[in-house]
């Protein structure tokens, strides 16, 4: 059984400006008393008014399902989407679903939110979707049961606890939070709130993928003494600085793109997918493909409820503006049972085991999305008869709606998500720091070393905060 974690200490601290950093003047939090109140209830009614009469066969189903917010099975789930890039993908797989309705879009790129929004009406070959500037307004107005959150890495764990507070189940983007510490307070709501959480880590839900951690927990390989992992790594091109470096276009809403991040200029080298080499909104590649290979790692090991004791790594960072993450790297870290588990941007993609009757490879070709291949020392070991103890899903987002309607468990809850991130996280500090780690995974706190686990929470810019 899992460990019962603390809360996180508050992690909502304003950033204390500083001459390399600039303060942006964030965008003033919405007044509390009487006119706030009134506000919210306005929003509240003309919404629903709203969604009454242009969509009457759209009400959500926890209003029509069993005390406590249940869904009722009869009834369509009503899904809002956060983040229209990689969220369309996560969209697109949930579209053809009958027992979904995705009414509600966000984003701060009004094009791109205006080409989903269409997209989808398409779909549904009627005005069913609503474009919403604000995620929080769309969270407390738009009348949803569940929603997909693909906003940038730092936004995962802003919008993830403010989703779950809102009565929201959800489907979140990799990695589960930007910092260690966002990722155990998304954990928290989570259970707080008794919602559904699916990470989207995928790959739980391949057949192949399934049969690999299903020979390693059976036992096919023996006792394990150490798995690697191979992980992406490399950042863009450099580019030249480009004309409107610190001028966002007209259809960008800048400041809410930027959020709970240290403010940075606009630089269109960084908005729109390579903001993942950006360490203040992304991880790089390292943190990206963590939640792909070492997260089977973690599954296949039964390793989903904790965390190593040790970390140290190496690597190098970029070194043309405006990216500074890892471009090469290495880590090795160790459990309390001694398997020791390394991961490294030169290793084959993928996660290689190895026992005491051999070794085992499940893996992805050249590329992002290389196929998926499973390998063995003696090809016989992939035929071993074991008994499956892991749960089977055959469609990742399948899964996540069949568990909103029956509150069971998906593959990739939140406490894997986090699990699997912490590793990410954990590696960069030791890089970044050239130290090893020492770390307690029952109270996550790093030991002896206050200026590494400094480096755990994040520093929240304005009025942002979890």
Same mark, same amino acid.
């Given at each position: 059984?899992?460990?019962?974690?603390?809360?996180?200490?508050?992690?909502?601290?304003?950033?204390?400006?500083?001459?390399?950093?600039?303060?942006?003047?964030?965008?003033?939090?919405?007044?509390?008393?009487?006119?706030?109140?009134?506000?919210?209830?306005?929003?509240?009614?003309?919404?629903?008014?709203?969604?009454?009469?242009?969509?009457?066969?759209?009400?959500?189903?926890?209003?029509?399902?069993?005390?406590?917010?249940?869904?009722?099975?009869?009834?369509?789930?009503?899904?809002?989407?956060?983040?229209?890039?990689?969220?369309?993908?996560?969209?697109?797989?949930?579209?053809?679903?009958? &027992?979904? $309705?995705?009414? /509600?879009?966000? +984003?701060?790129?009004?094009?791109? #939110?205006?080409? *989903?929004?269409? @997209? %989808?009406?398409?779909?549904?070959?009627?005005?069913?979707?609503?474009?919403?500037?604000?995620?929080?307004?769309?969270?407390?107005?738009?009348?949803? &049961?569940? $929603?997909?959150? /693909?906003?940038? +890495?730092?936004?995962?764990?802003? #919008?993830?606890? *403010?989703?779950? @507070? %809102?009565?929201?189940?959800?489907?979140?983007?990799?990695?589960?939070?930007?910092?260690?510490?966002?990722?155990?307070?998304?954990?928290?709501?989570?259970?707080?709130?008794?919602?559904?959480?699916?990470?989207?880590?995928?790959?739980?839900?391949?057949?192949?993928?399934? @049969? %690999?951690?299903?020979?390693?927990?059976?036992?096919?390989?023996?006792?394990?003494?150490?798995?690697?992992?191979?992980?992406?790594?490399?950042?863009?091109?450099?580019?030249?600085?480009?004309?409107?470096?610190?001028?966002?276009?007209?259809?960008?809403?800048?400041?809410?793109?930027?959020?709970?991040?240290?403010?940075?200029?606009?630089?269109?080298?960084?908005?729109?997918?390579?903001?993942?080499?950006?360490?203040?909104?992304?991880?790089?590649?390292?943190?990206?493909?963590?939640?792909?290979?070492?997260?089977?790692?973690?599954?296949?090991?039964?390793?989903?409820?904790?965390?190593?004791?040790?970390?140290?790594?190496?690597?190098?960072?970029?070194?043309?503006?405006?990216?500074?993450?890892?471009?090469?790297?290495?880590?090795?870290?160790?459990?309390?049972?001694?398997?020791?588990?390394?991961?490294?941007?030169?290793?084959?993609?993928?996660?290689?085991?190895?026992?005491?009757?051999?070794?085992?490879?499940?893996?992805?070709?050249?590329?992002?999305?290389?196929?998926?291949?499973?390998?063995?020392?003696?090809?016989?070991?992939?035929?071993?008869?074991?008994?499956?103890?892991?749960?089977?899903?055959?469609?990742?987002?399948?899964?996540?709606?069949?568990?909103?309607?029956?509150?069971?468990?998906?593959?990739?809850?939140?406490?894997?998500?986090?699990?699997?991130?912490?590793?990410?996280?954990?590696?960069?500090?030791?890089?970044?720091?050239?130290?090893?780690?020492?770390?307690?995974?029952?109270?996550?706190?790093?030991?002896?070393?206050?200026?590494?686990?400094?480096?755990?929470?994040?520093?929240?810019?304005?009025?942002?905060?979890?």
């Amino acid at each position: 059984m899992p460990a019962t974690k603390p809360p996180c200490p508050p992690t909502g601290v304003n950033r204390t400006k500083t001459s390399a950093s600039p303060e942006k003047p964030a965008v003033p939090a919405k007044s509390d008393g009487v006119a706030a109140c009134s506000r919210r209830r306005f929003l509240g009614t003309a919404a629903a008014a709203f969604a009454a009469a242009a969509f009457p066969d759209l009400i959500p189903a926890r209003a029509l399902g069993r005390e406590g917010g249940v869904p009722a099975a009869s009834n369509r789930i009503a899904l809002g989407l956060v983040g229209t890039s990689q969220g369309w993908v996560n969209a697109e797989r949930l579209l053809p679903f009958p &027992d979904v $309705v995705l009414t /509600a879009i966000c +984003d701060t790129d009004s094009t791109r #939110m205006a080409r *989903a929004v269409t @997209r %989808a009406n398409e779909h549904y070959k009627g005005a069913t979707a609503r474009p919403w500037k604000d995620f929080r307004e769309m969270f407390a107005s738009a009348r949803l &049961d569940a $929603v997909v959150l /693909a906003a940038p +890495d730092h936004w995962h764990g802003v #919008m993830g606890v *403010a989703a779950v @507070r %809102a009565g929201l189940d959800v489907f979140g983007e990799k990695p589960l939070a930007h910092t260690l510490a966002e990722g155990r307070a998304v954990c928290e709501a989570v259970r707080t709130h008794g919602r559904v959480w699916q990470t989207g880590s995928w790959q739980r839900s391949v057949p192949i993928f399934h @049969r %690999a951690a299903e020979l390693i927990r059976g036992g096919a390989l023996g006792t394990i003494s150490h798995v690697e992992c191979g992980t992406l790594g490399g950042a863009p091109a450099p580019a030249p600085t480009p004309e409107n470096l610190g001028k966002p276009p007209a259809h960008l809403d800048y400041e809410m793109w930027v959020g709970p991040a240290q403010w940075t200029d606009y630089d269109p080298r960084v908005t729109h997918l390579r903001w993942r080499y950006v360490s203040n909104y992304g991880g790089g590649r390292l943190i990206d493909f963590v939640g792909h290979h070492v997260d089977i790692a973690l599954w296949a090991l039964g390793l989903d409820h904790t965390g190593p004791v040790r970390m140290r790594g190496n690597g190098d960072f970029a070194t043309t503006p405006p990216y500074d993450i890892e471009t090469r790297y290495e880590y090795e870290c160790e459990f309390a049972n001694g398997l020791r588990l390394l991961a490294s941007s030169e290793f084959q993609q993928g996660a290689k085991f190895y026992g005491d009757r051999g070794w085992l490879l499940i893996g992805r070709g050249r590329g992002i999305n290389g196929a998926a291949f499973l390998r063995a020392s003696d090809p016989r070991l992939l035929e071993e008869a074991v008994p499956d103890s892991l749960p089977r899903r055959d469609n990742h987002w399948r899964d996540f709606v069949d568990c909103v309607k029956s509150r069971s468990t998906p593959i990739a809850h939140a406490e894997a998500g986090h699990r699997s991130a912490s590793i990410g996280h954990l590696a960069h500090i030791a890089i970044q720091t050239g130290r090893e780690i020492r770390w307690d995974p029952v109270s996550e706190n790093i030991l002896d070393d206050p200026s590494a686990s400094a480096l755990l929470r994040p520093v929240f810019r304005g009025q942002w905060g979890i």
